[in-house]
């Protein structure tokens, strides 16, 4: 899109985002529309760390008596982080229609607080697990385990003040930062208190 365009409604039409190459979804992330935002780049993240924590423990079954349960645990966060891509993508895109006709803008933000912590819920299960791994897992991959951890902490604080500002009071504000807290707690247990 150049510059002298406007950008399209992030309602309309929102792509399906996970069928996109990774060069093409990172050009949507930096173009001039409004979505895919932050919540969906968290979502990925959170995906992403989940699929690398998949790999440790697939590879960890020599080290690890529980390596095939947690990589079904893994897939199945994956599974879970991998559609709030587009969901946050949509819900953001109600909120921008609800505040260009001025109706419905408190429901339409409450909706866009719960995409987020979805995310933040499943990202600090996802940095739990990584961390799990980083110190049972196969010890060639304990990288990748640390990797996941960090980059589902990141995701995980990130939606979790996505819901502070869309919704900053409440019980998902609060849960929200209970989750972003045991993401940082999974990591502090891989990094010690960097």
Same mark, same amino acid.
């Given at each position: 899109m150049s510059g002298a365009e406007t950008?399209?409604?992030?309602?309309?039409?929102?792509?399906?985002?996970?069928?996109l190459p990774l060069g093409r979804f990172l050009e949507l #992330?930096?173009? $001039?529309?409004?979505?895919?935002?932050g919540g969906s780049v968290a979502a990925a993240v959170v995906a992403a760390a989940a699929g690398l924590a998949g790999m440790t423990a697939r590879l960890s079954s020599g080290h690890l008596d529980a390596a095939p349960d947690l990589s079904g645990e893994a897939d199945r966060l994956r599974e879970e982080a991998a559609p709030l891509v587009r969901a946050d993508a949509e819900a953001y895109g109600r909120v921008l229609e609800a505040r260009r006709s001025r109706e419905g803008v408190h429901e339409a933000l409450s909706e866009a607080a719960e995409v987020p912590?979805?995310?933040?819920g #499943?990202?600090? $299960?996802v940095a739990r697990l990584a961390a799990r791994l980083a110190g049972e897992g196969n010890p060639n991959l304990k990288g990748d385990a640390i990797a996941a951890v960090l980059l589902a902490e990141a995701a995980t604080s990130a939606a979790a003040e996505l819901v502070r500002i869309n919704e900053p009071e409440g019980e998902?504000?609060?849960?929200?930062?209970?989750?972003a807290r045991a993401a940082a707690?999974?990591?502090r247990t891989v990094t010690?208190?960097?």
């Open positions: 950008p399209r409604r992030a309602s309309a039409a929102v792509e399906e985002y996970l069928d #992330v930096a173009s $001039r529309r409004p979505a895919p935002g912590l979805q995310i933040a #499943v990202g600090a $299960r998902r504000v609060r849960q929200a930062g209970r989750f707690e999974a990591r010690g208190d960097r």
